[in-house]
């Protein structure tokens, strides 16, 4: 403050000076504190402004109004592994060891006159759903006096861009943040079922219908028929094709909708039941699954994951993961359970996240139990298991390694047992292994967006390679695809491998824990981009591929995704990726009938996201005019489908420039998980003390 003694021309003042000698004084002083209050908030300011442009985007979206609670001691987030966000220092706040939020300057009028003491909650008067398209003008207009150019664009980036975080933050300024979550997952199953509503796979077309048939078959069969018997019975007719669990999951939904109604399932005599009562039976048996597995995998994922984030970042990451698309078309349209196999799947990371390797090792056999194509991760997870035994050292490895061997064999074992002595012969065991793996089917079906379908238009590698050379030419195709993420999570594991001379210093583990509790997980952050790529390389170059296992590759990049800045270009591409499988399933889902949610939930949930590659943007960069190429060539197939037939010659022309559209995409994807991958390793040898 300016001190009065300073001020000469006030230095032989009388106190008995006249009132107006006395207020041009003191209207003089309060001028040159304003003035004072003024420059340093604006310093304050620009330091603020340069401190965030490197910030955590989780700082930018903190809960509070008043200020920014920091942790004293940060700890880098498992998905930024951008490399200027964590594998270098980012610039700190002077008075926390976390950066500084990107919105901290423009968060109040004055920076520099933070209270103490926390600002009551203030409600917004317009309590109503159409607030949220309406900006807060006047706090706009002070934050323009106070903040720079840079910092006012971002805040109104991140303001309008996304309806999710709109939605998020008028619940948390109305004092409703704790409904977030339950209006979410109400939301989510909400649109599930209105998809639910519409058509699905094989409706009305007998004899053999679709995938609802089949699934609604093995409920039927497994109700009814001796286990022995589940894999061999009929196999013409929808026979039993995937593990055990699923087998299991039949059954018990059978058994629930026998005794609601016992020819939803009588035997043989049910096919094809297509009743009101019974559709609605079938989609519920998703919905239930879904919410039972699926969502609190995805609850328990952003809660660690993004544990050191905001609480309107973990609900934006959960919304954005709830309302995915592609998931929602398939599950929920087409009909099928893969939410299941997707949630054992998304448990097992939340375990490994928390270090109980055992437990995450029994979900995924779950999963893989439930379906086969959960093989798509295997290399990716057996790999970090590995590099997990790895960096504990000789000891604490060899002891972590058994127990996770032993609890894998177990799981099978449980999973398989009424298959195996001596529940039945020896050659039991071949029935579902024979089912499971059908490489009698051919290369492909249908026309799948990988590289054997691609390539197939200008070599037919069905007539020049017999199958069993085209199984061992795909399986050597996609062990290269997936080696390097596998290489990197084992070498990173080995490089943080303690040497022996320091492990004497290691901390004691008091009795009764697990010794590796006190060992941090390093290779964690390899593996969402090793599973991104080991899935994407199954999907590309693996034998018998279906256009719905995109959705396995997805699983990973949505989770990288909901950990990125929407800056970023981890959001960018993988928006444009999700956009793409989508527009990959349409020939499956124009023949379900699935038009009109394909078209709404692929726009709903790029408005939520708040992504829209047509906006003008004072970026340009080759990634946007790749995206808008994309996108136009997307419009174009879609507006010559509507307005005009394919010619006799070629039937397929259409599903054919859909694959040629979205197969460089994939293999973009794939090529890009394998350096960022590296990268992530990379960083990870930093951490390491060999």
């Not at 520099?112 to 409600?123: D, E, Y």
């Not at 998020?168 to 649109?191: E, F, G, P, Y």
């Not at 893989?368 to 960096?391: E, N, T, V, W």
């Not at 909901?562 to 928006?575: L, Q």
Request: proline share 7%.
């Amino acid at each position: 403050m300016v001190d009065i003694a300073d001020q000469a021309p006030f230095g032989g003042m009388n106190v008995h000076k006249s009132g107006r000698r006395r207020q041009s004084y003191a209207s003089q002083t309060s001028g040159s504190v304003r003035a004072s209050l003024s420059t340093a908030g604006l310093r304050a300011t620009q330091l603020r402004a340069q401190s965030s442009a490197h910030s955590i985007r989780s700082a930018a979206e903190s809960e509070t109004d008043v200020s920014e609670i920091h942790s004293p001691t940060p700890r880098r987030h498992f998905l930024i592994t951008e490399s200027h966000q964590w594998l270098k220092a980012s610039q700190l706040s002077p008075s926390s060891s976390r950066p500084t939020s990107p919105l901290s300057a423009a968060s109040t009028t004055s920076p520099t006159l933070r209270s103490s003491t926390p600002r009551r909650a203030r409600r917004d008067p317009a309590l109503s759903f159409s607030s949220l398209l309406e900006r807060d003008s006047s706090g706009f207009a002070s934050q323009r006096k106070l903040t720079l150019a840079a910092v006012k664009s971002k805040a109104d980036d991140d303001g309008d861009r996304s309806a999710g975080r709109r939605w998020i933050k008028w619940m948390h300024r109305n004092r409703m943040r704790d409904r977030v979550l339950l209006c979410s997952i109400t939301s989510a199953l909400w649109i599930k079922y209105c998809v639910g509503l519409g058509g699905y796979s094989g409706a009305g077309t007998p004899p053999l219908f679709g995938d609802y048939e089949a699934q609604r078959h093995w409920m039927e069969i497994t109700t009814h028929l001796p286990i022995r018997q589940w894999y061999t019975y009929n196999l013409h007719y929808w026979g039993l094709d995937y593990p055990p669990l699923t087998a299991y999951h039949s059954l018990l939904c059978g058994l629930i909708g026998s005794a609601i109604n016992p020819s939803w399932f009588a035997l043989d005599e049910s096919r094809g039941i297509e009743t009101p009562e019974s559709k609605l039976f079938m989609r519920s048996t998703v919905l239930i699954s879904d919410l039972l597995v699926y969502v609190p995998a995805l609850v328990f994922f952003v809660r660690t994951w993004h544990s050191n984030r905001s609480k309107r970042t973990q609900c934006l990451a959960l919304l954005s993961l709830l309302l995915q698309p592609s998931l929602i078309l398939i599950d929920s349209g087409h009909f099928q359970y893969n939410s299941v196999m997707l949630g054992f799947t998304l448990l097992a990371l939340d375990f490994f996240s928390q270090g109980q390797d055992e437990l995450g090792a029994i979900c995924f056999v779950a999963s893989l139990a439930f379906k086969q194509m959960a093989l798509y991760y295997a290399p990716a997870i057996g790999a970090y298991l590995l590099s997990r035994c790895l960096s504990l050292g000789p000891k604490r490895g060899t002891q972590l390694f058994t127990r996770i061997a032993v609890t894998t064999v177990a799981s099978f074992l449980f999973a398989f047992i009424p298959f195996l002595p001596p529940f039945a012969p020896f050659t039991g065991i071949l029935d579902p292994i024979s089912r499971i793996f059908p490489f009698s089917r051919g290369l492909f079906e249908d026309k799948v967006a990988n590289f054997w379908c691609a390539s197939n238009v200008v070599f037919k590698w069905r007539l020049w390679f017999s199958p069993p050379l085209l199984i061992k030419l795909s399986a050597a195709l996609t062990a290269l695809g997936f080696l390097p993420s596998a290489a990197n999570l084992i070498m990173a594991g080995w490089k943080t491998m303690p040497h022996s001379s320091n492990m004497a210093q290691m901390p004691e583990v008091k009795s009764g824990k697990k010794q590796e509790e006190a060992i941090s997980t390093p290779t964690l952050p390899i593996l969402p981009w090793a599973m991104l790529t080991s899935s994407m390389s199954f999907f590309l170059f693996s034998f018998q591929v279906h256009e719905k296992t995109i959705l396995l590759p997805l699983l990973p990049l949505n989770l990288l995704l909901s950990g990125a800045p929407d800056n970023s270009f981890t959001f960018e591409w993988g928006v444009l990726t999700n956009n793409v499988a989508v527009f990959s399933m349409w020939p499956l889902l124009k023949k379900d009938g699935l038009g009109i949610p394909y078209i709404a939930l692929t726009f709903f949930w790029n408005y939520i996201i708040g992504y829209n590659p047509f906006r003008r943007s004072a970026r340009s960069n080759i990634l946007r005019y790749l995206s808008l190429l994309v996108y136009a060539a997307m419009l174009f197939v879609h507006a010559a489908e509507l307005v005009v037939s394919p010619p006799h010659r070629y039937p397929d022309l259409f599903p054919v420039l859909n694959v040629l559209i979205s197969t460089p995409i994939f293999v973009v994807t794939w090529l890009w998980s394998v350096r960022r991958s590296t990268e992530v390793a990379w960083g990870v040898y930093g951490m390491g003390r060999r």
